[in-house]
């Protein structure tokens, strides 16, 4: 399999794959939630992860009935993000290796992240060093060329065009995700994925073209990618 495998550029996922934001996430979301008596449930996490934000309120403030406007609803949530990813959010495990290796060696990388822009830049403010490796970042909720959000394709294949020398053939890209919409999204581009699922998860919620544990399995020379040193 090795060696009918050339990967030629890397998309990663960001929130629960590069950084470790998912339980930050589910705290500020419940805040909100209890207020009007309703538990986040994980259940309706799994429906709402990798989508744009908006798109993620209007499921919850549809599925628990909440006596609020979608638009009240983001904004308290907001508020709540604000003072949670004011603190230091840390790494998943294997990230920041992968993404040096990949960017030393000289491998088209890139983020495409359905994160809120202002989360984004608290989120990342502490590991500016490690971001500054990818070619180019994708923030679609901020993004006027990102009209749907995943998991329609869209966000993978307008973050691929990206690239100073773009892919030629998708199947060549590798997309990093933890999220059920984010490795549809991937295939649908027809683009090669590898779920890297929060471990509560069903392994039977979607196919991917490759599963980990966490992003410290990866062997990029199986890929067709540099090994690393």
């Known amino acids: 399999m090795s060696e009918e495998i050339k990967i030629s550029h890397v998309i990663f996922d960001m929130d629960g794959l590069l950084l470790d934001t998912e339980t930050r ?13 309703q538990e986040y449930t994980f259940d309706l996490k799994l429906k709402i992860m990798g989508r744009t934000g908006m798109e993620g309120c209007q499921i919850m403030v549809r599925e628990l009935n909440l006596p609020i406007s979608v638009e009240q609803f983001a904004s308290e949530i907001d508020e709540e993000y ?37 989360t984004f830049r608290l989120k990342t403010k ?28 869209q966000t993978f294949l307008v973050c691929a065009s990206r690239f100073s020398n773009p892919p030629t053939n998708m199947s060549n890209v590798l997309v990093f995700e933890d999220s059920v919409a984010g490795v549809q999204a991937a295939n649908a581009a027809g683009m090669k994925s590898v779920w890297v699922p929060d471990p509560r998860m069903s392994k039977d919620l979607v196919t991917p073209w490759l599963q980990l544990n966490t992003l410290e399995e990866f062997k990029p020379e199986l890929y067709g990618l540099p090994a690393y040193d």
Request: glycine share 8%; net charge positive; hydrophobic share 35%.
């Open 25 to 37: 996430y589910e705290k500020s979301i419940g805040t909100v939630t209890r207020r009007y008596g």
């Open 82 to 118: 604000r003072k949670i990813f004011s603190e230091y959010v840390p790494l998943m495990p294997g990230a920041e290796r992968l993404v040096k290796h990949l960017a030393s060696k000289g491998v088209p990388i890139a983020i495409a992240t359905s994160s809120k822009g202002f």
């Open 126 to 153: 502490p590991h500016k060093e490690l971001f500054s490796n990818f070619h180019h970042i994708l923030v679609a909720s901020e993004d006027p060329e990102i009209v749907r959000g995943k998991p329609d394709p």
